[in-house]
């Protein structure tokens, strides 16, 4: 496995991180509310240039067009992505005049050019050729710049790791693409139309989700992605929110205090609300987040070894170790019912039962999470 998007996508022809557009004003209203979380107002983008790596077919970099900002560069490798840009923004009745697009990886791009923004969703994770890239995206920020970048806890993967191995049991005797796609979107059917705001289409969720090696490769946490970007960036902003700062006005001299490891106390707090995108729950110790966070990487190291051989071994292996997350939310005192079907169905091995379990089909953790740093050097 390549746990590499781009080389999945070409494979296959495809680009599966469609949005639905057909209602233009909510589309555009999400993105200014999360730019606006993220301490980005739409006076802001439109003064700057900004570059944005990774735009997939731009229904997200539309709204950034819309504001006008003075420059706007995209980097998309994907031909089945970036050849439709453009009608996206046509779509979206947005301008084009100020975009360009480079198509080319990344780490083929080169510019002595530095931006006001980079942004980058939802693409770079956790190995180490990626995790560099993080770093090079902080090279293209000036100085009192901004860079958003797309977060996870490992523990907002968790119910879809449990889906996805659940799929791996039911389609071992399906090769063909298209059929294995078109059978995980007849099974899931019923956990998907619980998300009322979904707006990715059906087909594209469970190809990315459910059959790409890229879900295999989660984002980083918000502390390797403070390594990444060194000392030269603080943080600013998050969505969803976890920070307070509760300093009096005048000691806000910022060389006195590190707020990327005050944000990561707070957040070490909290980061078990990431399980259910519907709840949030009590504050819980730090360290009971970190170990949670610790065993569902390790769910997730468990799930590889079984879609590379799913044998009796690593069966056991990954119920066991689901036993174990299991056991540490119910010892935090956190009610997630549907993780006890799933511990049932593991143990009867009834797979089918999976389609239409009263409370874990609508269990989904909020795997996004948004982080924007300022560049101070």
């Known amino acids: 496995m390549k746990f590499d998007h781009l080389t999945y996508y070409l494979k296959y022809k495809i680009s599966p991180v469609g949005q639905n557009i057909l209602n233009r004003k909510k589309h555009l209203q999400r993105r200014e509310s999360l730019y606006n979380h993220l301490g980005i107002s739409k006076k802001l983008l439109s003064n700057s240039e900004i570059l944005e790596v990774g735009p997939a077919e731009g229904h997200n970099a539309a709204y950034l067009a819309s504001c006008n900002p003075k420059k706007l560069h995209l980097v998309e490798p994907n031909p089945n992505a970036n050849k439709n840009i453009f009608r996206i923004f046509n779509k979206l009745k947005v301008s084009n005049n100020k975009t360009k697009i480079y198509k080319k990886k990344f780490e083929n791009f080169k510019s002595k050019k530095k931006y006001d923004i980079v942004i980058c969703e939802a693409w770079l994770g956790i190995v180490k050729k990626e995790r560099k890239l993080i770093t090079k995206l902080g090279k293209f920020v000036k100085k009192d710049g901004i860079l958003i970048i797309t977060a996870s806890s490992s523990i907002s993967f968790l119910s879809n790791i449990l889906r996805r191995f659940i799929g791996v049991c039911v389609t071992q005797d399906i090769n063909s693409f298209e059929k294995k796609t078109n059978f995980l979107i007849n099974f899931y059917k019923n956990h998907l139309k619980t998300m009322k705001n979904m ?155 999976a389609q239409n379990l009263k409370y874990f089909k609508s269990n989904f953790g909020r795997e996004l999470f948004y982080i924007s740093l300022i560049k101070n050097l």
């Open 199 to 353: 707006s990715c289409p059906y087909k594209d969720w469970v190809q990315d989700c459910l059959i790409g090696d890229g879900f295999l490769n989660i984002h980083p946490n918000p502390k390797e992605i403070f390594e990444d970007v060194g000392k030269n960036f603080n943080f600013f902003n998050s969505y969803p929110k976890f920070y307070n700062d509760w300093r009096w006005y005048k000691d806000l001299i910022e060389k006195e205090f590190d707020t990327k490891k005050n944000f990561l106390n707070q957040y070490n707090k909290k980061a078990h609300n990431f399980i259910d995108y519907k709840s949030s729950f009590h504050k819980i110790q730090a360290k009971q987040n970190i170990l949670l966070s610790k065993k569902t990487r390790e769910l997730l190291r468990i799930l590889i070894l079984c879609e590379k051989k799913l044998t009796r071994e690593n069966f056991k292996k990954f119920e066991n170790k689901f036993k174990e997350i299991n056991n540490t939310i119910r010892m935090n005192n956190i009610k997630m019912k549907g993780l006890q079907e799933i511990e049932n169905i593991l143990k009867n091995k009834k797979f089918h039962m």
